[in-house]
Structure formats: structure tokens, C-alpha cells
């Protein structure tokens, strides 16, 4: 059984059929890509995942654990982090609260101790903080740990949206466009950040991406999807190199004339 | 055949009073719609258009038909003073703080309208072309003021919906409402449209307010009444012109059957109970649309 | 300019920031314990109501500021916490039960109304929480056997052990007290991970469900703690005035709570106390100044009201951050002196819709 497996997963908005059919199965402790045009439905994957929608058919499993129907918060217990295509972060709190807060998930306290602040609840809150000062540590975010997210850039609020999903101490990890609106300079960090979190902490990393060099730097395999369907899998090179796939992303010859 | 009768009758005045909620909510929508303010001096609107038809009718002795008109223009201007003065100084600034100023408002009005000679505290009613009269229709007794209400609300709406559709203005002001900054990119002066909205809104306070009189009489809690066009708005889905309408005329309705059939204390209740109802099982309202976030 | 040098996590989750911080507050409660030497009773029977105002204005910060979601029917659990108070000292319930127990009365019935509209959203939300407080309301008038109606109930003074709370000073400790424990825990709360939830919620409700908060959770312990406090204020309230009935709990009284709120500076505890001391004592300052004006207005009932309007409008003008949205601009502006920028706190107008969700 592999890592994380997805089944035959449609869903239709409207008329519209988002997702129709789409498998694929993610060893553990790999890089896998999901790429496609704009529309293929890689968000509505990730969005399906997330338990956001109900699927209309077909299921996924992590580690043999049916995930299809449990509650959207539930997502988190089961080890699952992800970031979003247009940033979520919690804007007016500080970095560190945004990656504090992805420490929730491993609480182990109720709210009457919280109101008294007993003595579980201070070694809680030092334990959150020593685990995301290691975060911060590993993506190199000192400079902005106490500022507001609002007033930071782009590429640093894309940064702290990493590590704030990798506070919550993920298996698998879910990314969502993250070299989008970045430079040359942020998307190398970004790929040896990506090396780093597969190699060192051994999170199986599950990307949507548009960046096709970025993909094939980094992807251990990678799934092409257009109109919600696969279109096939693979090695990058073979993905990348499939006619339908160019097709999809270039058009065909007839159309430039 | 009379129990037929009454019920239609209560249902009647329902429809009318709710009518009025319905203008009231109209207006409040309106402005929610184009300037997303929510207004909640709607009421005191409504209260002021009461006050000031109320003294051109019984102190200056105009007609009915002349005090609607001049009443309209009135607080039409009162809508643009108030949206050239104060709400224009906040554009952009986060909603809570324009709710407060608009809360502030209300307080204020409410207030001044009790220190002016001649309005104060008192109660005063006034004579309207439909005072006393009444309709029949086989065992059917209706007052002409319900029936007038109606019907004036009937009228108020043909004409709104068709400067909504086929006037420059009103597509202009639709569109604002749908996108602020696109509308300025098209060459359409977003701050006329904001002041013609709260013009038009204050407006339609005013008619529900000289409306409204002789029913409730004018005093200067009136304002009150602009508390129900709250879930009228809601009920029928915020953003939603005919909606308002609709949510208006569903909640006096109810509260016209409550107030007849079930014992006292249920009148007021009753509209607030469907509005909850109707909100747990459709939380966007009857007409409105659910806007999740797209992420 | 300070900065503070870390050595130890706990200095990011203590209480004070400074050891100056720390000492000013303390000095500030000292000066809150010789006051009644100083002020004669009329005033130091404001300062009471301050703290009870400034109590339930906690409890509404922590719904509205912290956890993003409106509530214009507090006055419901103000008038539960009221009388549930009066009821069960009226029975020999002794008040240091009745107390606790009437905002745990208030913050069950937080459960019953906010469990079902959990999932509503700003506006609609405001409207079904008034649509509650009228619900309660009604039902506070029509229940006459337990309530008595619209004639009212007399309240006992409250008493702990040995001493009854019946004179203006013993109150107003009483009051301080109490509000000193509720900024407390409130701050605890805040703090501690339902605290970051709550303002996460607030702030992205989206991705706080990808954090794995439960949000109908969530929102419904907000309703909870909300409603606790407000209720503890309720008992206050009701034992100060010894009378209480339906008409002091109105809507009037749930739109003022939002004002409070938010005048004082949305988010943020200090302003919950600011807003309370904002409304009561601004109808104080206008009686005083009333002398001043022309014989005709001066007589006026209506005119205390119409400036408080016309002020609330004014300080929204001005300060759309609220009194301590520019008590934090002004301490800001004197750490930086003679740095500061001019426009530090300018505020990029959001004119869109999708921008102001």
C-alpha cells in the first residue's frame, strides 16, 4: 500500500466537472508533483483533501486510514499540512504567533486550565516556542519574528506560510504554488528548503505547481492533469516530455497559425 | 366566511406595515449594497420624513400629495448633506468604524428631533386623503391607508426597478455596487453614485416615514421601527433589492397573524423567531447568495 | 527606543512585557485603592459602574474583537447574569455562589444561541444575536412568576461571609476586584492556545481549519466565555441598583456594549476598559459643561444625548482605531522621539469587497 493514495476522486461544481476519475498514489518520504493549465483542477485536489468539499466519488487514504469523510479540522490530527495559493496567513498577528499556532494540532490542554495557566499550560506554550524557534531557525526567519505579517513582503510571508505548516509536525505535506510571485533567488531557496525538509525530517512533500523547471529540479514524480482528468504520470522527464502534456501547455502546431 | 375574512384582513395590514419595513429595508440595503455602510439610522430617517411631513402638513397646511413631494426632496438633500459631510470622510476605513457613526447618528437625531418646538417628546398624528375611509369587498372591510400603503409601495418599486435597468445612472450605480474600483477605472464617478445612493435611501425613509403615520403616529421613537427593517434585510438576503422588499413584507405579516391569534408578548417575538429560523436552515437568507471563500 | 534582551522563552509569554510595565500597572491599581478617599460618593459610584461596564465589555471584546464574530444581543446576557443574580440571593442563595453562577447561567444560554448560528457570518449574525436578546427579553417580561415582570425585582446587596457589600466604597472594591481577576484571566486566555485559536478564527477561518481548530468548537467557547462575563457583570449590576426590571436591558444596552468595543480599540483588553470609562463618564463631563451654554438648550433631556451622538461620531472620525488605537500611536510616537515617521500608522484604505473580508 503506498503512502497516501487518491481513487478514482470526481467532484462536480454545477455543471462543471472539476475533478472526474483522477488517481494517483504517493510513496513516503518523496517529492511528488501534480501540475497542469490553469483550471486542470490541482487546487480542487488539494481543496478535496483539505476535506473543504465532499467528494462526489471516490476516496483517499493515508497510510490505510479512509479520510473521505472526517471533519475539515480533523485533517490537521492525521498529519497533513498545507499552504495556500494566495497566502492565509493570520494577518494581524505577529510570524511567531502564525507559527505557534501551527504548533494547535498537538495541544494537550483544555481551555479551564488555559484560563487559570496552570503549570501544563506554561510548559506547553515553552515547548511551542522551543519547536518554532527551530522552524524559524531552518528558514532563516530571525530578522522577522516579532513584526506583523501584514507589513512583510511577499516572498517572506510565503516563507512563513511554510513553516508555519511545518509546525504542525506533518507527515505529509501539502504545497500549493509555493515559488508563485517569487524570484530566481527566493526559488532556489525554496528548492533546497524542499530537498532539506524531504531529506532531514522525512515529510513526503505532495506540490501543485505552474514552474515547470521548478518541477523538474525537484519532483521525484509527477502527475499531469487538464480539464480535471489525468493525462498521465511519471518521471519528470517522462511527464514533461508526454505530447498530451506539451499539448496541453503549448497548444498544437495548427493553433499558432 | 369570517374567519376567512379576518385572516385575510390581519394578513392585509400585515402586508402593509410590512411594506413599510420593506422601504425601510430597501434603502438600508441600498446603501449596503453600494457603499457596503451599514447604515443603522435608517429608522431615524424613516422618523425625520415622519416629523417633517407631519409640520408642513399640520403647520403650514400643504396637501398631502404637495408635503410627499416636498418631504422626498427634503430628505433627499438631508441624505446627500449626510454623505457629503460624514460618511465621505471614511471611505475606506474598516467597516465597525462606520457602523458606530451611523449608530452616533441615530443617537443624534433622535435626540435633536426632541429638543425642536413643536416635536419634542409628544405624540401627533395628521390628517391624510385616506384617514377614515374604508373599502369593501363583499364581507371585506380594508382601510385606505393600508391599502394606500400598498399601493404606493407597488408604485415605488416599478419605478426604482426600471431606473435600475434601463437608466445610465442606475446601471452605473449596479455596477459600483458589484466593483468600486473597476467603476472608477470605467470612467464612472463613484462619488456621485454615493451620494445619489444615500439621496435615494433617505428618500425612501422619508416616504416610509409619512407613510407610516398615520398608522403608528409620529413621535420620535419611530426610529424603532427601523430596528425590524434589520431582519427584513436579512431575512430576504442581504444584497438583495427585492428581497428587502419581500423580507419586509414576510415579517409584518407574521407579526400581524401573531399579534391577532397568539397571546400577548408573541407579537414582537414572532418576527424575530422566522428570522432565526430561516437563517439556521439558509444562512444566506431566502434570496441571497453564499459567498465561501475561495482559497 | 527599548528593546528588550531575551534570555528565556518564558519572557515571550509573561504577562509584562517590561519590569516597568509591570510596576505602572501595579501603581495604577494602587491609585485605584486609595481613590474613594479622595472622590466623594457620586463618583465613585461611576467608577463602579466603569468596572462593571468594563467587565461585560471584556466579555464582548473577547467574541467580537479577538474571535471576529458580532454580537448585538449582549444585553441578553447582561439581563441573565442580572437575574439569575437577584433570584438566587432572593432565595438565601449566598452571593458568593449566586455570582459565579449567574455567569455560568449566562454562558449556558451562550451555547444554546450560539451553537445554531455558528455559521453565520458578520452581518447575519449581528442581526440573529439581536434577534436572541429580544427573544430574552420578552421572555424576562412575560415569565412574571419567576421574574415579576414588568414590575421589577428588588435585589439584595451582596455579601461574603461576614461582610455585606451595601455601602458605595465596600461596591466599588467589590467591582475592582472583580474586574482586576476577569482582565486576568481574560489575559490567560489570550495568551494560551484557545486564545491564538479564537484570533486565528478571526482572522482566516480557512486556514485555522487547516491548523486543525474546530471552528463550530471554537466559536461556541467564545459564546461561552463571553456570556460568563457578561453575566458576572449582570450580578454586579443588578446588586448595585437593589432594583432591577426588563426595561434597563434593551436593545439600547446591546448596541451600547458594541460602542464600548469599539470606540475603546477593537481588539485589545485595555480597550474594553477605555470604552467603559469613555461611556460613562462622557455623560458626566457634558452635565458639567452644560452650565455653559445658552439657558434654552441647557434645559433640554434631549441634549445629553444628542452630543454623546454627535461625540461618538466625532471620535470615529478621528480615530478609527479607537481611544486605545491612539494611545498606542501616541506612546509609539514618544519611544521613537526624535525618530518618528509621520505617517507610521497610515493605513492602506481597502476600497474592495474581497479586500475588506
Not at chain 1, 169 to 191: A, H, I, K, Q
Not at chain 2, 44 to 63: D, P, R, V
Not at chain 2, 149 to 175: D, E
Not at chain 3, 163 to 190: G, H, M, P, Q, W
Request: with cysteine; hydrophobic share 50%; aromatic share 12%.
Amino acid at each position: 500500500m503506498a503512502f497516501f493514495e487518491a481513487e478514482n476522486i470526481s467532484i462536480s461544481f454545477g455543471g462543471i466537472r472539476a475533478l472526474n476519475r483522477v488517481s494517483f498514489d504517493v510513496h513516503e518520504g518523496e517529492i511528488f508533483s501534480i501540475i497542469g493549465p490553469n483550471g486542470a483542477g490541482k487546487t480542487t485536489v488539494f481543496n478535496c483533501i483539505n476535506r473543504f468539499y465532499d467528494l462526489d466519488q471516490g476516496s483517499f487514504c493515508l497510510e490505510n486510514h479512509d479520510l473521505s469523510r472526517i471533519k475539515p479540522h480533523a485533517v490537521a490530527d492525521m498529519g497533513i499540512a498545507r499552504t495556500f495559493q494566495n497566502i492565509e496567513l493570520f494577518k494581524n498577528m505577529t510570524v511567531l504567533d502564525n507559527l505557534i499556532l501551527g504548533r494547535h494540532c498537538r495541544r494537550r490542554t483544555n481551555f479551564l486550565k488555559e484560563t487559570f495557566f496552570v503549570r501544563a499550560v506554561r510548559d506547553q506554550e515553552i515547548e511551542s516556542r522551543e519547536k518554532t524557534e527551530e522552524i524559524i531557525d531552518f528558514l532563516d526567519l530571525e530578522a522577522y519574528r516579532e513584526q506583523l505579517v501584514l507589513n512583510l513582503p511577499y516572498g517572506v510571508q510565503k516563507t512563513v506560510e511554510l513553516g508555519r505548516a511545518l509546525a504542525m509536525d506533518p507527515r505529509l505535506l501539502l504545497l500549493d504554488e509555493p515559488s508563485s510571485g517569487l524570484n530566481v533567488e527566493e526559488t532556489d531557496d525554496l528548492s533546497f528548503w524542499m530537498s532539506d525538509i524531504k531529506e532531514e525530517l522525512g515529510i513526503t512533500i505532495l506540490l501543485v505547481e505552474h514552474n515547470v523547471g521548478f518541477v523538474q529540479q525537484i519532483s521525484d514524480r509527477v502527475l499531469a492533469l487538464n480539464f480535471g482528468e489525468v493525462i498521465t504520470h511519471g518521471s519528470p522527464k517522462e511527464v514533461l516530455s508526454h505530447p498530451e502534456v506539451m499539448k496541453a501547455y503549448l497548444g498544437e502546431e495548427d493553433d499558432a497559425s | 366566511m369570517d374567519v376567512v375574512n379576518e385572516v385575510l384582513q390581519t394578513v392585509l395590514s400585515g402586508i402593509s406595515i410590512g411594506c413599510v419595513y420593506g422601504l425601510v429595508a430597501l434603502g438600508f440595503v441600498l446603501i449596503y449594497k453600494a457603499t457596503e455602510v451599514i447604515n443603522f439610522a435608517q429608522g431615524e430617517l424613516l422618523m425625520l420624513g415622519a416629523f417633517i411631513s407631519y409640520s408642513l402638513i399640520h403647520m403650514l397646511n400643504f396637501s398631502y400629495l404637495a408635503a410627499l413631494v416636498v418631504t422626498i426632496i427634503v430628505m433627499g438633500l438631508l441624505g446627500m448633506l449626510l454623505e457629503r459631510s460624514v460618511l465621505r470622510l471614511l471611505v475606506g476605513e474598516p467597516v465597525y468604524a462606520i457602523v458606530i457613526v451611523t449608530i452616533g447618528m441615530s443617537f443624534f437625531f433622535r435626540s435633536v428631533v426632541s429638543m425642536i418646538p413643536g416635536w419634542g417628546t409628544d405624540t401627533h398624528g395628521f390628517q391624510t386623503p385616506f384617514t377614515d375611509k374604508i373599502a369593501r369587498k363583499g364581507d371585506l372591510v380594508i382601510s385606505w391607508e393600508h391599502l394606500s400603503i400598498i399601493l404606493i409601495t407597488i408604485a415605488l418599486i416599478l419605478i426604482l426597478f426600471s431606473f435600475f435597468r434601463y437608466t445610465r445612472i442606475g446601471t452605473a450605480m449596479r455596477a459600483t455596487s458589484q466593483n468600486q474600483l473597476a467603476a472608477v477605472y470605467m470612467g464612472i464617478s463613484v462619488t456621485k453614485v454615493f451620494s445619489l445612493t444615500w439621496t435615494i435611501a433617505a428618500a425612501l425613509g422619508g416616504i416610509g416615514g409619512i407613510l407610516l403615520s398615520p398608522i403608528t403616529f409620529v413621535h420620535m421613537n419611530m426610529g424603532f421601527i427601523g430596528l425590524k427593517a434589520f431582519p427584513a434585510a436579512v431575512l430576504g438576503g442581504f444584497g438583495s433589492l427585492p428581497g428587502a422588499i419581500v423580507g419586509g413584507v414576510i415579517i409584518g405579516i407574521t407579526e400581524s397573524l401573531a399579534g391577532f391569534y397568539l397571546p400577548r408578548g408573541w407579537k414582537d417575538v414572532a418576527a424575530w423567531i422566522i428570522l432565526i429560523g430561516v437563517l439556521i436552515i439558509r444562512p444566506q437568507g431566502l434570496f441571497g447568495i453564499q459567498e465561501k471563500k475561495k482559497v | 527606543m527599548r528593546f528588550l534582551m531575551k534570555t528565556d522563552y518564558y519572557q515571550d509569554i509573561q504577562l509584562f512585557k517590561y519590569r516597568s510595565t509591570f510596576f505602572w500597572y501595579l501603581s495604577l491599581v494602587m491609585a485605584c485603592l486609595i481613590l474613594p478617599l479622595l472622590l466623594d460618593e457620586y463618583l465613585l459610584a461611576q467608577l463602579t459602574f466603569i468596572c462593571i461596564y468594563a467587565v461585560a465589555a471584556v466579555g464582548l471584546m473577547l467574541l467580537t474583537g479577538y474571535t471576529g464574530q458580532v454580537s448585538m444581543g449582549h444585553a441578553a446576557f447582561f439581563a441573565i447574569g442580572s437575574y439569575t443574580s437577584a433570584i438566587l440571593t432572593s432565595k438565601g442563595i449566598p452571593f458568593v455562589l449566586a455570582l459565579p453562577t449567574a455567569g455560568i447561567m449566562a454562558g449556558g444560554v451562550g451555547i444554546v444561541i450560539g451553537r445554531p448560528i455558528l455559521h453565520l457570518t458578520g452581518l447575519y449574525l449581528a442581526i440573529a444575536t439581536m434577534g436572541f436578546a429580544f427573544i430574552v427579553d420578552e421572555i424576562l417580561v412575560r415569565w412574571e412568576s419567576l421574574t415579576r415582570g414588568n414590575l421589577g425585582f428588588y435585589v439584595d446587596p451582596p455579601s461574603i461571609g461576614p461582610l455585606t457589600f451595601d455601602t458605595e466604597i465596600s461596591f466599588y472594591y467589590l467591582s475592582l476586584v472583580i474586574l482586576i481577576l476577569t482582565l486576568f484571566a481574560a489575559r490567560n486566555i489570550l495568551r494560551s492556545p484557545t486564545g491564538r485559536a479564537m484570533i486565528a478564527i478571526r482572522d482566516s477561518e480557512v486556514a485555522a481549519e487547516a491548523m486543525g481548530i474546530n471552528l463550530a468548537k471554537f466559536k461556541t467557547i467564545a459564546f461561552i466565555i463571553s456570556a460568563f462575563f457578561t453575566g458576572i457583570a449582570g450580578s454586579l449590576y443588578a446588586h448595585k441598583l437593589f432594583f432591577i426590571n426588563p426595561e434597563s436591558y434593551t436593545i439600547i444596552l446591546s448596541i451600547e456594549l458594541l460602542a464600548m468595543v469599539i470606540i475603546g480599540g477593537l481588539g485589545s483588553l485595555h480597550g474594553a476598559v477605555f470604552g467603559a470609562a469613555f461611556f460613562i463618564l462622557l455623560p458626566q463631563v457634558i452635565i458639567m459643561t452644560k452650565d455653559s451654554l445658552p439657558k434654552y438648550i441647557q434645559e433640554q433631556t434631549g441634549l445629553e444625548p444628542a452630543l454623546f451622538g454627535l461625540l461618538i461620531v466625532l471620535v470615529m472620525l478621528f480615530e478609527p482605531m479607537g481611544i486605545y488605537g491612539r494611545w498606542l500611536k501616541t506612546k509609539y510616537y514618544f519611544e521613537m522621539f526624535p525618530l518618528y515617521k509621520k505617517d507610521s500608522f497610515k493605513r492602506e484604505k481597502k476600497y474592495q469587497k474581497t479586500e475588506r473580508r
